[in-house]
């Protein structure tokens, strides 16, 4: 076998998993599947579910895993959306959109870095942890909405997930754009060489002198 198949050859797998996926789907719904409505449909949906993956993947290189991941991107689209309704009225469109947006991360990131806290400082297992904080956040989530949607968002704030560029639906360049900015943090930093390192062996790594 050819040094550079032997050296992807699980990327070639899943690459071959990926085709094999599409010609059968293509034979059992040939009408419908292999058309440029479906890819489109696709190119839309499907790039939420590849965000949350690179999320995922980075938590697992280490030995982790992260329950909550899901919980954490409904209640940061509940608070943005809040926050939007609440100073649309008085401060417009865009001050209303990036006031969001901030308040929205700003949970996320709060949520994040309580799970690493338990997980790094105290000492519980991330499963265990992510799995609490899951039910804490869904339950949050569900309290401050009473299950109902929120909708009549500022146009330019549903491009995010609805516009195209260049005929390009907006999610799925998001979707490369940040694959393409994890790729380069995980082979070309000292943050992604130490996050493979812990994850391949947290003993090895804490007797090469790598804060764990």
């Not at 409505?37 to 949350?52: C, K, T, V, Y």
């Not at 491009?159 to 998001?174: E, K």
């Not at 930093?189 to 090469?208: D, E, H, Q």
Request: net charge positive; with cysteine.
């Amino acid at each position: 076998m050819p040094k550079f198949l032997q050296q992807n050859r699980e990327l070639f797998a899943l690459v071959g998993m990926l085709l094999a996926v599409v010609v059968l789907m293509s034979v059992l719904n040939p009408d419908r599947f292999f058309t440029p409505g479906n890819f489109r449909s696709m190119a839309f949906q499907l790039p939420e579910i590849g965000l949350f993956t690179l999320g995922m993947m980075t938590v697992m290189l280490h030995g982790g895993i992260n329950l909550a991941i899901i919980g954490t991107a409904n209640i940061t689209g509940i608070i943005t959306a809040l926050i939007v309704h609440a100073v649309q009225p008085a401060g417009g469109e865009w001050a209303a959109i990036v006031t969001g947006v901030v308040a929205g991360l700003s949970v996320s990131l709060f949520i994040g870095l309580a799970n690493g806290i338990i997980v790094g400082y105290i000492g519980i297992s991330s499963i265990l942890t992510t799995l609490g904080m899951m039910t804490l956040v869904n339950g949050t989530c569900i309290l401050i909405t009473g299950g109902s949607t929120i909708s009549r968002l500022p146009a330019p704030l549903l491009l995010i997930g609805n516009g195209s560029v260049l005929g390009i639906p907006v999610p799925l360049l998001l979707l490369l754009i940040s694959a393409m900015i994890l790729a380069l943090l995980l082979r070309r930093t000292t943050f992604g060489f130490n996050l493979y390192m812990l994850g391949t062996n947290p003993i090895a790594t804490r007797f090469a002198a790598i804060d764990n």
